[in-house]
């Protein structure tokens, strides 16, 4: 039996592809790259990633944090960023050439992805597909079954390990023939077309954006703390506050024994400082700003102190 090591974007069309490939005897072993910024859900709790996988029959699951070498593309991509601070082409690389070095520890036969022909106009068009593929050095390893019969053969198809007859042509942003699929082949509840990258969106992308341009601290702590509350860059600081109860909770567990940690000694935020030293006043008052607790006690004549954790 053939092996494939498919990169599991936890959409649609990754789902499709392995499914698809499953049904061609092909035995899936689904790969989920993870950085704060995509699939980082997994990395509180792996195990969801783990019975999705039991749920569709597939080989096994693995899930690999890529954060650090992620983090060194995305402060400066080769091929530049999409409308926020995507770099959808070096990612691909980056992934491509991971995938890469477990086909050869898992000794699987080829890599596959969900991929489709002009889905996605910065990474999914075939100069920007073949460029990736010879960047990664994995050309002619990588099948997509969704829209094969649009490309070039490649080594499984040539080897016959997979009937390229048996494999689809589906091509651009409609997602009509998808969701076809998705309900004809049983699938109840239909994920989003993709799993999603924070970079795209415009409130993180911008903020990046701004990190990257300011040159501030851009590390595995700092890239979590990215896509958590709410941020204030002033001079040399950089303070983030937590929105919730959860991202107070969140943002405590990064930054202990790393950063200082501030809240007042009524229900308010906790304030984390990135960078910098800014007065206790200052992180007060921006504490206070998020606390109808805290503003009660200054109506009432109280005192609201300010706490280090």
């Given at each position: 039996m053939a092996k494939t090591i498919l990169l599991f974007s936890?959409?649609?069309?990754?789902?499709?592809?392995?499914?698809?490939?499953k049904k061609l005897n092909i035995e899936i072993i689904a790969v989920k790259f993870i950085t704060p910024f995509f699939g980082w859900k997994y990395k509180e709790n792996p195990e969801s990633f783990y019975k999705k996988i039991k749920d569709l029959n597939f080989k096994k699951g693995i899930i690999e944090d890529i954060t650090e070498d992620f983090l060194k593309i995305l402060k400066k991509p080769e091929y530049g960023y999409g409308d926020y601070a995507n770099p959808c082409i070096d990612c691909k690389i980056l992934m491509f050439k991971k995938a890469r070095e477990l086909m050869e520890k898992l000794r699987v036969d080829f890599i596959a992805t969900g991929e489709v022909i002009g889905q996605r106009p910065m990474s999914q068009n075939k100069n920007?597909?073949?460029?990736?593929?010879?960047?990664?050095?994995?050309?002619?390893?990588?099948?997509?079954?969704?829209?094969?019969?649009?490309?070039?053969p490649t080594e499984p198809e040539i080897k016959g390990l997979v009937k390229r007859e048996k494999l689809m042509d589906i091509r651009?942003?409609?997602?009509?023939?998808?969701?076809?699929?998705?309900?004809?082949?049983?699938?109840?509840n239909i994920p989003t077309p993709s799993g999603g990258c924070l970079l795209n969106d415009p409130q993180i992308g911008t903020r990046v954006l701004k990190i990257l341009k300011d040159k501030r601290l851009l590390n595995y702590d700092t890239a979590q703390f990215l896509i958590l509350g709410r941020h204030y860059f002033e001079d040399d600081w950089w303070i983030v506050l937590g929105r919730n109860q959860e991202e107070n909770q969140k943002i405590e567990k990064i930054a202990k024994n790393k950063f200082p940690i501030f809240t007042l000694n009524v229900p308010a935020p906790t304030a984390v400082i990135v960078e910098g030293d800014p007065p206790e006043d200052f992180i007060k008052s921006l504490l206070i700003k998020y606390s109808k607790k805290a503003k009660q006690k200054l109506q009432q004549g109280e005192k609201v102190k300010c706490i280090k954790l």
């Amino acid at each position: 039996m053939a092996k494939t090591i498919l990169l599991f974007s936890d959409g649609l069309d990754s789902l499709l592809a392995g499914i698809l490939l499953k049904k061609l005897n092909i035995e899936i072993i689904a790969v989920k790259f993870i950085t704060p910024f995509f699939g980082w859900k997994y990395k509180e709790n792996p195990e969801s990633f783990y019975k999705k996988i039991k749920d569709l029959n597939f080989k096994k699951g693995i899930i690999e944090d890529i954060t650090e070498d992620f983090l060194k593309i995305l402060k400066k991509p080769e091929y530049g960023y999409g409308d926020y601070a995507n770099p959808c082409i070096d990612c691909k690389i980056l992934m491509f050439k991971k995938a890469r070095e477990l086909m050869e520890k898992l000794r699987v036969d080829f890599i596959a992805t969900g991929e489709v022909i002009g889905q996605r106009p910065m990474s999914q068009n075939k100069n920007a597909l073949e460029l990736i593929e010879k960047k990664a050095g994995v050309k002619g390893l990588v099948l997509r079954p969704l829209c094969a019969k649009l490309l070039a053969p490649t080594e499984p198809e040539i080897k016959g390990l997979v009937k390229r007859e048996k494999l689809m042509d589906i091509r651009g942003r409609k997602r009509t023939t998808q969701l076809e699929l998705a309900r004809k082949w049983g699938i109840k509840n239909i994920p989003t077309p993709s799993g999603g990258c924070l970079l795209n969106d415009p409130q993180i992308g911008t903020r990046v954006l701004k990190i990257l341009k300011d040159k501030r601290l851009l590390n595995y702590d700092t890239a979590q703390f990215l896509i958590l509350g709410r941020h204030y860059f002033e001079d040399d600081w950089w303070i983030v506050l937590g929105r919730n109860q959860e991202e107070n909770q969140k943002i405590e567990k990064i930054a202990k024994n790393k950063f200082p940690i501030f809240t007042l000694n009524v229900p308010a935020p906790t304030a984390v400082i990135v960078e910098g030293d800014p007065p206790e006043d200052f992180i007060k008052s921006l504490l206070i700003k998020y606390s109808k607790k805290a503003k009660q006690k200054l109506q009432q004549g109280e005192k609201v102190k300010c706490i280090k954790l």
